[in-house]
């Protein structure tokens, strides 16, 4: 396994068009997170999911934004009718579950960055 | 609201000179990592703190949490030009999922 990986690097996109990302996470972590990062800033979270469940998104996630990760293994996180405000680095992890993924970390993947023109 | 605290959030020193980084918050956390980014990359883990008053050392860099899990350092000794990147600290709380809360980060930058 060689970590996290995340696909496309980059992506370049009109406003109002639909764009989705993919995340593959290292295969034993059962917990997947999604953050996005603007520049200057850290990552801010955005949701989360253990296996296939999600159990939590922020309220920075509009409903313009939705995530899936079906049969617990890679995870989609599409964003319908771009605006602007959209473009950031989105940044995906991946930890074991419970606290034990809290205490070593997670591993980060090297992100989809976004530009809406 | 910004509830973890980074300081400075830009350095500019010379190769061969010592940094402290301030990561600080009125909030208790369960653990406190730090990462390093790189332009157009992801943040890599550097270290994991979970005890108060750990100190856990990495090569020239020494990380400390804080006696009450509130804030944390991370001190660089002789920094080099591979040192340059973006330090963040992050805080986990218990019972929330893992879910992380970073610090804006300290941007460095070494100059030979």
């Known amino acids: 396994d060689t970590g996290v990986s995340q696909d496309p690097r980059h992506k370049i996109t009109k406003r109002g068009q639909n764009v989705t990302f993919r995340c593959d996470p290292i295969s034993e972590h059962n917990r997947l997170y999604w953050y996005r990062q603007t520049l200057g800033q850290g990552p801010e979270f955005l949701t989360y999911f253990q296996n296939e469940a999600q159990l939590e998104k922020s309220r920075l996630l509009s409903d313009r934004f939705s995530a899936e990760r079906p049969k617990g293994s890679f995870s989609t996180l599409e964003i319908q009718r771009t605006e602007q405000g959209d473009s950031a680095m989105y940044l995906c992890a991946s930890s074991p579950g419970g606290d034990r993924g809290a205490n070593y970390g997670y591993t980060f993947g090297s992100g989809t960055r976004l530009t809406v023109v | ?112």
């Open chain 2, 1 to 112: 609201t910004q509830l973890l605290e980074q300081s400075p959030q830009f350095l500019s020193i010379q190769e061969g000179e010592n940094l402290t980084v301030y990561c600080n918050s009125s909030s208790v956390f369960s653990s406190l990592q730090w990462y390093r980014q790189e332009p157009g990359e992801g943040p890599v883990l550097l270290v994991t703190v979970v005890t108060g008053g750990e100190v856990k050392k990495l090569k020239r860099l020494t990380f400390q949490f804080g006696d009450a899990r509130k804030d944390s350092s991370l001190h660089i000794t002789a920094a080099q030009p591979g040192d340059t990147g973006l330090y963040l600290c992050a805080g986990a709380r218990r019972n929330q999922g893992g879910k992380l809360i970073f610090g804006q980060g300290t941007e460095l930058s070494v100059k030979p």
